[in-house]
């Protein structure tokens, strides 16, 4: 019933136990998982799970962190994503909190790599951190892009114009925060259709899960938060973002 649309299973978090805990996911209940790669390397790793694992997608791309990059990198990340379980270029974006040296290479980076989305016609999965204004500038000049932005923490004013413009909004554990109340005011405008559920797995643990590893089994306290939100059961909720996932990603047969 649960769809993790975000979460770095190749990550060497999960070096020690990956192969028990994947088939342990699908047991409880997590029916889809997308990982999305960070550079070359993570993208065939995250490529490399989804031929292993029948329930496990994948998204390609390099992360705005990897500065400065190897421009050879995006031959590669064109080439993988010919990959059939590649469903998404991702994650790419701006990220000035970890890297405020590099913010026009960081821009250039993640145009071409919406243009390449674009080009492949996939969605996009956008890391915004500490740069919502230049990632909004950024996807304004392609109206044509579609995807998610991931764990969202923008203002309601920038949710409302992403979703103008057909961006799916992800909410991860930090929605079950004391401090939630930016990310509670974007999730109760966000219509249904557009909301994705995520982990960010092996980060981002929701309460009462702070402080450990996450992993997608924990979308049960992200999808409580959601229901509560929005006046359903938590597993209404999973079951509607289970749908709004496949239908971003191509995936099934969603509507
Ligand atoms: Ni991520």
């Known amino acids: 019933m649960f769809f993790d649309t975000h979460a770095h299973y190749d990550d060497r978090h999960f070096d020690s136990d990956r192969d028990e805990l994947l088939p342990a996911l699908y047991a409880a ?14 993208s065939r790793a995250a490529l490399a799970l989804a031929d292993k694992y029948p329930f ?10 990897e500065m400065p990059h190897d421009p ?3 031959a590669v990340i064109r080439a993988l994503a010919q990959h059939p379980k590649c469903v998404a270029i991702g994650e790419v974006g701006l990220d000035y909190y970890w890297d405020k040296e590099h913010k026009e290479a960081q821009q250039a980076l993640f145009r071409a790599q ?3 989305a674009m080009d492949l016609d996939k969605p996009v999965i956008v890391h915004d951190r500490d740069a919502h204004g230049d990632c909004l500038a950024v996807v304004r000049d392609y109206p044509g892009a579609r995807g998610v932005f991931h764990c ?11 979703l103008k413009l057909g ?10 925060y004391k401090n939630a109340r930016r990310a509670l005011e974007v999730l109760e405008l966000c219509p249904l259709e557009r909301i994705l559920m995520e982990t960010d797995s092996p980060y981002l643990s929701p309460v009462p899960m702070r402080g450990r590893r996450n992993d997608s089994r924990n979308l049960v306290y992200v999808a409580e938060k959601i229901g509560e939100v929005k006046g359903m059961s938590a597993e209404e909720a999973a079951k ?4 709004n996932g496949k239908r971003l990603f191509g995936i099934g047969d969603a509507p």
């Open 29 to 42: 209940g997590v029916e889809l998982i997308v990982d999305p790669g960070c550079d070359t390397p993570s």
């Open 56 to 65: 496990v997608y994948a998204a390609v791309g390099v992360h705005p962190e």
């Open 72 to 74: 050879c990198d995006l």
């Open 114 to 116: 919406i243009e390449l």
């Open 152 to 162: 969202f923490s923008g203002s309601a004013e920038m949710a409302e114009e992403l």
């Open 167 to 176: 961006w799916y909004l992800g909410f991860d554990g930090p929605i079950t």
């Open 240 to 243: 509607l973002c289970l749908e």
